[in-house]
């Protein structure tokens, strides 16, 4: 059997020309897995959209439903950061099932890729920076309902920290979040995560894998959790526009790597999603996120 990989054939959802947020990365990507040879067309898996009542395990009734019928206030829009279309809705809920997919695939094979998701800065009743629905939370959520997992770690190595990931499971021992992210960067108000480690501005690819060496074991051996939930977010690299650490290509590779084998070589299931990810060279971004299917397609070998 090959590495499970989610696909969203929704994620052509165009923005308004000039819009910062790359949409189309998510169809590329899933060429270029092909293309490259990295997955083949049997390895993809469409997700659902998932029924309202498992976005509202996190979110509020009232945010929810406001969002999908689009009658949020033009602050809360304007807090999310993207313009709403009924195209958008769908896309939005069609990930919190991707997500939901890949980690009930991670538990079934031990690890499981989406192409999307990553969503962390959505907080239970507002949306943030481009993200609406907390994915990695809500799959926390349903993974609990379903008895298929109990313990949860969050290994969120966006370069933005995880605050609305944190603040939902503050309260929460069952769900253990750690991000590792840089420093001075958005939001410009932390929340607290069970653990944070700032980064200094424009730290390069040693001292970044390095310091992630240093946690990642530690927490594994303490949280033992029944999965891990990784957000590889590719905007540590040096070439992202919203980023400010200097992560190179080779750089997030072996992070990837380092990060799927310490999991998997001890056992833990992994689910990953794509995290973050900004650059005008659409090319280039594309491949960065695709280092995460390489790396993975390499580690699920050895299962």
């Known amino acids: 059997m090959d590495l499970p990989i989610i696909y969203h054939p929704d994620y052509v959802t165009e923005l308004p020309e000039g819009h910062r947020f790359p949409m189309a990365k998510f169809s590329l990507l899933y060429d270029l897995l092909l293309a490259d040879g990295v997955a083949k067309s049997e ?23 406001a969002y999908c019928q689009g009658t949020l206030d033009e602050k809360a829009q304007r807090r999310i950061g993207l313009p709403w279309s009924r195209g958008l809705v ?31 800065h959505a907080f239970p009743d507002y949306g943030s920076g ?42 929460d021992d069952s769900v253990f979040t750690f991000s590792m992210h840089c420093e001075v960067n958005f939001p410009g108000t932390k929340q607290k995560s069970d653990l944070d480690v700032p980064l200094p501005v424009g730290m390069e690819d040693d001292a970044y894998l390095q310091t992630l060496a240093s946690y990642l074991p530690d927490l594994l051996s303490q949280v033992k959790p029944d999965i891990v939930l990784y957000d590889a977010g590719v905007d540590p690299h040096i070439g992202d526009k919203l980023g400010k650490l200097a992560l190179t290509d080779s750089g ?13 070589s001890q056992g833990y299931p992994v689910a990953c999603v794509i995290g973050g990810g900004y650059a005008d060279d659409m090319k280039s971004l594309v491949y960065r996120h695709s280092l995460l299917h390489r790396a993975a397609s390499e580690v699920y070998q050895q299962l």
Do not use: W
């Not at 896309?91 to 999307?116: M, P, Y």
């Not at 190595?157 to 609305?164: K, P, R, Y």
């Open 130 to 171: 481009f993200c609406i629905f907390n994915d990695l939370a809500i799959a926390c959520r349903v993974l609990q309902r379903q008895h298929l997992a109990k313990r949860i770690l969050i290994v969120d190595l966006d370069v933005h920290q995880g605050d609305g990931t944190a603040f939902i499971f503050q309260d």
């Open 252 to 264: 997030i590779f072996r992070r990837e790597m380092q990060v799927l084998s310490t999991c998997v």
């Open 43 to 65: 390895q993809f898996y469409q997700p659902t959209i998932p029924q309202q009542d498992l976005i509202e395990l996190i979110h509020t009734p009232e945010y929810v439903n």
């Open 90 to 120: 769908n896309r939005t809920c069609t990930a919190v099932g991707g997500t939901i997919l890949t980690a009930q695939k991670a538990l079934e094979c031990g690890l499981a890729c989406n192409t999307a998701g990553g969503t962390h």
